[in-house]
């Protein structure tokens, strides 16, 4: 679940957080995290998305981790993410 904290957002901020569940909700691929559904959390003032499990996670964590290691993607790694 990713929760985005709207107390405080602008307008354009706001805008941004409702356009990326239009996205996210109009995109259907095998290689794209699937959006399950979305709603507020009035005590934290957040908006919560729920997505499908991601059990090896995300790329970003994938590439913290190689940083924090001090190594590098393997080439047939890579080509499998892009691909």
Do not use: P
């Amino acid at each position: 679940m990713k929760k985005v904290r709207i107390y405080g957002m602008n307008e354009k901020d706001k805008g941004n957080a409702l356009n990326e569940i239009r996205l996210l909700a109009s995109v259907s691929h095998e290689n794209v995290i699937e959006y399950k559904e979305s709603f507020m959390d009035a005590k934290n003032q957040s908006l919560c998305l729920v997505m499908e499990f991601a059990e090896q996670g995300d790329i970003l964590g994938k590439i913290n981790k190689h940083f924090s290691k001090g190594t590098c993607f393997a080439e047939y790694e890579l080509w499998s993410y892009l691909i």
